[in-house]
């Protein structure tokens, strides 16, 4: 079982940035693939980006060069951080934890980008 606790979400100017922390407990983290997730409104769930246990990342196109994920394994956190943030990337962030069968989420936390 792992537990998923995002942080750092809030209300941003366009051209801003913000850094979202996902702090899991429970199991091994160091061998879980980890990914952010967001869901803006009326929109499916869409996959922002991912870090393998091997630090391994891949991007949606709609945030390559602007969003960086990474992992501290010694400290069991995930990061996105995210500049020049657009209107477009109004959303819930979802943290999500994958390994074999096993698919964990978070609670997701809110980030609006506006004027």
């Known amino acids: 079982q792992v537990q998923l606790v995002e942080s750092g979400g809030g209300l941003v100017q366009p051209g801003g940035s913000l850094r979202l922390s996902c702090a899991a407990s429970?199991?091994?983290?160091?061998?879980?693939?980890m990914g952010w997730y967001r869901q803006g409104p009326g929109k499916q769930r869409e996959l922002v980006a991912g870090i393998t246990s091997g630090h391994s990342t891949n991007y949606a196109d709609s945030v390559k060069g602007r969003f960086t994920i990474s992992r501290d394994n010694a400290k069991n956190t995930v990061y996105l951080q995210m500049n020049s943030l657009k209107p477009e990337d109004t959303a819930v962030y979802y943290c999500?934890?994958?390994?074999?069968?096993?698919?964990?989420w978070g609670q997701g936390t809110q980030v609006t980008v506006s004027s």
């Open positions: 999500s934890a994958k390994r074999d069968t096993q698919n964990y």
């Open positions: 429970g199991s091994i983290f160091r061998l879980y693939e």
